[in-house]
């Protein structure tokens, strides 16, 4: 049986990484570099940067201390709130110039995607002193005196702003370099410039030089952190580590003009119009150049570093062996990650009980099949996915593209609000599928990349295009984008909503008919989401109740129908990227209470569209704060 595709999100994750300072399978503004001089907050990153010493500061400078703190005051005081926001979150962006790229914000901001995001600890330290500053004079306005869409707004940033600055307790927690190719800094890097670097005229491509040069320096800030956390007792797991160096390794043997940073490159200067063979040819000598010098010496002192760090490294994955290991986990990873209130222990019963509930449901549909009852839930599963059927490598894209045209012409029993975003299915080589969400300018379409290297289970493919795209995260997204918000409220994404919503279109799938006639359909669905529900007890399980790592894998595989091989690889997400896998249970269960909250106090007069407005257009944010939305929706109907 093909390894069970993990259904996890680009855009969720590379926005968690821009988001708090050094937490990189999270979301972080940190860099102001290549943006012009009347913007930048900071001196830029210089393509051959001097190595940066390894011992941390003796002490945080003081506010005042940072120069980007003063501009940043002076900038925003006195502000009326909705230029506030605007202006105020510029500033947190333009300190990424990446996530500038990633969103498509460079023509807004009028800023070139010519600089790399500045990761040195000096320079987070002051990006958190900016944070600070920005949620201190947020909370100088007067809530009540602002109209109610500024106070959702309000909320929303407030409580943004509050979950970054709770993470700077933490900031040498987390693991910068891990396997995961969408929280990893080395693959978050490699994506920037396969993905997301537009190369749409010379310059452009000039500018994609100018970062490849800028590699190097980049790893070398990063090795630095990994340092200044091997100091304070946090060296990644054997197997965060272990699972990170082949790639690593990989890129670094690798002769320039054989690797994705070239032949990406290659492919778009070789398409422009207007350009001579011999700029073209030029230009391409100095990214070979770059590259040889830069990007490649960069791998190999990264993946260096990492083999030193190997004999030093725990065994175990779980945080709880670490000396502030379990207050990062229950004290902001489980908030930023559910938004929620529950600890790990709520968590963790959550999830059995989920568990039991969809294992319920799934029993029935296998008495209907006629299957045998006595039989343990993997052999069912087994059975199921070979009675459904697999689609072979070359049917897979044009089988999604089915159902997502099916979904997109069967939405109107639920929904009067639609994205005009085009939404695409690109094939790619490897095992994980992601959504990448379309960018701001409306230059790159939602794009759902379908992995295309062997056979699917047939069972399995609805619900993925279904969570991925219509009426999931490319809807969910792309409503968010297209409504009439502040710029933040377009960009930022809280994981538990995303993939709460996610789940829940899933759901929304069953109840909408999409699955009559289909049983085995109806199952896959089952199996993803007790995969979903899984995870709450087991990640829960390493990183507090010190679940070794075969008894998590075993977990999962017994109550989630999963086969071993990609429960392993999963399983092993849950240690490199803490708590990330608990938003999707958690966020679909608090959706579902909120409805059947609506449902419950308005009788007669609920109706699924509007509920389906209040949750869509209003944008991503906490699950708290949609809870108070909700409410309001439900007074206002009253």
Aim: net charge negative; aromatic share 10%; hydrophobic share 40%.
């Amino acid at each position: 049986m093909r390894k069970r595709m993990i259904l996890i999100s680009i855009f969720v994750l590379v926005q968690l990484w821009m988001g708090g300072c050094s937490q990189v399978p999270e979301m972080t503004p940190i860099a102001a570099v290549g943006v012009a001089p009347t913007e930048s907050l900071a001196p830029a990153v210089p393509a051959t940067a001097a190595p940066l010493t390894a011992a941390p500061p003796a002490a945080t400078p003081t506010p005042s201390e940072y120069p980007a703190v003063e501009a940043a005051e002076k900038k925003l005081e006195g502000l009326p709130i909705g230029q506030f926001f605007d202006e105020s979150f510029k500033i947190l962006m333009l300190r990424d110039p990446e996530s500038v790229t990633i969103e498509g914000l460079s023509k807004l901001y009028s800023m070139r995607d010519d600089q790399l995001t500045n990761m040195s600890d000096a320079y987070i330290r002051e990006t958190q002193a900016v944070q600070k500053k920005i949620a201190s004079l947020l909370r100088g306005y007067d809530r009540a005196r602002l109209t109610y869409e500024q106070q959702i707004s309000y909320d929303v940033y407030a409580w943004y702003l509050d979950d970054l600055i709770r993470q700077h307790a933490f900031m040498y927690n987390d693991y910068p370099i891990n396997q995961q190719m969408v929280s990893g800094v080395q693959y978050v890097t490699l994506l920037l410039f396969t993905d997301f670097q537009p190369v749409n005229d010379l310059q452009e491509a000039r500018d994609y030089v100018s970062r490849l040069w800028q590699v190097g320096a980049k790893f070398e800030q990063v090795m630095d952190g990994l340092k200044r956390r091997e100091e304070a007792g946090i060296i990644p797991p054997q197997m965060v580590i272990h699972r990170s160096l082949g790639h690593i390794q990989g890129m670094a043997n690798t002769l320039s003009w054989e690797t994705p940073y070239y032949k990406t490159l290659e492919t778009k200067v070789n398409a422009l119009k207007g350009v001579s063979a011999a700029e073209k040819r030029a230009v391409l000598r100095e990214a070979a150049e770059a590259i040889r010098e830069s990007v490649l010496p960069g791998y190999q002192a990264l993946g260096d570093f990492l083999e030193g760090q190997l004999p030093k490294a725990p065994q175990q994955g779980g945080l709880w062996q670490y000396s502030n290991g379990e207050a990062y986990y229950n004290e902001y990873l489980i908030p930023h990650m559910t938004t929620g209130e529950l600890d790990a222990e709520q968590i963790h019963e959550l999830g059995l009980k989920q568990l039991a509930r969809i294992q319920a449901e799934m029993r029935a549909i296998f008495d209907e099949l006629g299957y045998p009852q006595g039989a343990d839930l993997r052999t069912l599963c087994s059975r199921a996915e070979e009675d459904s059927g697999r689609v072979s490598s070359g049917l897979i894209v044009s089988r999604y593209r089915r159902y997502l045209e099916f979904a997109a012409q069967n939405l109107d029993a639920a929904f009067d609000v639609k994205p005009k975003a085009e939404l695409e299915v690109t094939p790619i080589v490897g095992d994980f599928p992601f959504y990448v969400s379309a960018s701001m300018d409306g230059k790159r379409p939602g794009t759902f990349f379908a992995p295309v290297g062997g056979w699917m289970d047939n069972f399995s493919m609805p619900t993925l295009a279904y969570h991925e795209g219509i009426p999931g995260h490319h809807f969910q997204v792309s409503i968010a984008r297209e409504a009439d918000l502040p710029l933040f409220r377009n960009v930022i994404v809280f994981n538990a909503y995303a993939e709460g919503w996610a789940l829940y279109a899933e759901r929304l799938a069953v109840e909408l008919g999409w699955y009559e006639g289909d049983p085995y359909g109806n199952l896959g669905r089952l199996q993803a989401e007790a995969y979903r529900a899984g995870r709450l007890a087991a990640d829960t399980g390493i990183h507090v109740m010190k679940w070794k790592y075969n008894q998590a894998v075993e977990f999962q595989v017994d109550n989630s129908c999963m086969a071993f091989y990609g429960m392993d690889s999963d399983v092993a997400r849950y240690v490199a990227t803490p708590a990330q896998a608990l938003g999707y249970e958690y966020g679909l269960v608090k959706i579902l209470e909120l409805r059947q909250r609506a449902m419950d106090q308005l009788g007669e007069q609920f109706d699924l569209k509007e509920f389906h407005n209040v949750v869509l257009t209003n944008g991503s944010m906490p699950l708290s704060v949609l809870e108070g939305v909700v409410d309001d929706y439900i007074a206002s109907k009253k």
